[in-house]
């Protein structure tokens, strides 16, 4: 006697990370992979779309599994197709254009270069971006889309790490 393997392809789903400016910033979803990106996502008709890290938009109209996420993938959705990050450091500010869907570790990285402020890898160490004028820490996970302003502008400063020491 043999046996076959039966996969039922209709309960196939994935889960995914939707990425997106405000208090909110990331959810997970499960997903069909045949679905929609616009869908997925819940699109407006200002909103544009990047894979995380990816400086390309994507089309909203391409499948889940089209687009190439997988599970656990990462979306960002975003009305800004740019995004300006200002970043002070010292009492100087520089400036730089990223992609919505950049990682935070990315705008560390290009900071903390000498295209940015030239840290040494012993300083850059010690240092941590922040939300300008809050206490906010991003992780190096997050998308540099998620802290925008209304004018795709996001504040930073490099500040010094917290030393718990006692």
């Known amino acids: ?5 039966v996969t039922n392809v209709e309960s196939e789903c994935t889960e995914l990370y939707i990425h997106r400016a405000g ?3 990331v959810s997970l979803r499960a997903v069909d ?3 929609k990106l616009a869908t997925v996502a819940s ?29 656990r993938g990462h979306l960002h959705v975003s009305r800004c197709r740019q995004v300006t990050v ?20 990315r705008v560390f990285d290009w900071a903390v270069s000498k295209r940015g402020f030239g840290l040494t890898p012993t300083d850059a160490a010690e240092h941590v971006l922040q939300i300008t004028g809050t ?7 997050d998308h540099i889309g998620s802290f925008v302003d209304k004018r795709c502008v996001v504040s930073l400063s490099l500040v010094p790490k917290i030393r ?3």
């Open 86 to 105: 200002q970043v002070s450091y010292n009492g100087a500010a520089k400036d730089h254009r990223f992609r919505p869907a950049a990682r935070i570790e």
């Open 23 to 25: 208090e909110d910033r």
């Open 1 to 5: 006697m043999e046996l076959i393997a």
């Open 43 to 71: 699109v407006g008709p200002d909103d544009h779309l990047w894979l995380e890290d990816v400086d390309e938009e994507i089309d909203a109209n391409q499948s889940v599994r089209g687009a190439g996420l997988t599970h």
């Open 33 to 35: 992979p045949g679905e």
């Open 164 to 166: 718990n020491e006692g």
């Open 135 to 141: 206490n906010v820490q991003p992780d190096l996970a």
